[in-house]
């Protein structure tokens, strides 16, 4: 097996140069539920070199309806690492690393990456993940999802504090609508690690107005003052 042959239609796409670039790039997934999943296995193929993996959490009954990348064997499994197993098992290509331990302890570690990816739930880790990441000087891609909604933002400069309302938890979640945004985050990534132009520090909002149209707003985020 050849990496020509594992990612030729990429390489159909932009080039044997920029694919092998992809092998020097390292990013790190926060969270291994809905999100994570989809990301992991939408990144973990796609010829980045290096990936690191953070989630705590054990797979549910209730996670695997939406959490594409569990079966009913890996309840009580924990996440980052059935993940893990999952991309090893479909690409040879790729080291994995997966972090059994809450975003707080694995930010104390050192590491650097190129790009860091929000697949969390909840406000006070996307604020920590802002802060980290603004830190070292590496951008994030936010996504969030409820019911049919979602967001998803690629942040360099922006304020993330205008988030800073309260920390809702979405009482339902449609199973595409995580695929979708996760599949969003990914395509910014993939694009920003392969050198294309993405467009940073702007939200977008998707969602089905009453008529059941797809609408996607675009706000510009505030900066963060220097």
């Known amino acids: 097996m050849t990496k020509q042959d594992y990612f030729n239609r990429q390489i159909q796409l932009w080039g044997e140069e920029t694919q092998e670039s992809l092998q020097s790039k390292k990013i790190a997934i926060i969270g291994s539920g809905g999100l994570g999943c989809s990301l992991g296995m939408a990144l973990g193929t796609s010829g980045i070199g290096h990936i690191d993996i953070v989630d705590f959490d054990e797979v549910s009954l209730h996670n695997i309806h939406r959490q594409i990348a569990f079966t009913l064997h890996n309840e009580g499994q924990n996440k ?27 930010s104390s570690l050192s590491g650097e990456y ?29 996504g969030s999802v409820e019911e049919f909604n979602g967001q998803v933002c690629f942040i360099d400069k922006a304020d993330f504090g205008v988030f800073n309302l309260s920390d809702h938890k979405p009482a339902g979640i449609s199973t595409p609508i995580v ?18 132009s993405v467009v940073r520090d702007k939200l977008y909002y998707l969602y089905f107005d009453d008529s059941g149209e797809l609408i996607t707003q675009k706000f510009g985020m505030p900066k963060v003052e220097e």
Do not use: C
């Not at 790009?115 to 891609?141: C, F, H, M, Q």
């Not at 695929?179 to 294309?196: D, E, F, P, V």
């Open 179 to 196: 695929m979708h945004i996760a599949s969003l985050q990914a395509n910014l990534a993939l694009r920003y690690l392969a050198g294309l």
């Open 114 to 142: 190129d790009l860091i990816l929000d697949a969390t739930d909840n406000l006070e880790t996307r604020i920590a993940i802002d802060s980290y990441a603004k830190g070292r000087g590496v951008p994030w891609i936010y």
């Open 80 to 106: 980052a690492k059935v993940l893990k197993s999952l991309i090893e098992s479909k690409n040879p290509f790729v080291e994995v690393r997966a972090f059994d331990m809450r975003f707080d302890e694995f």
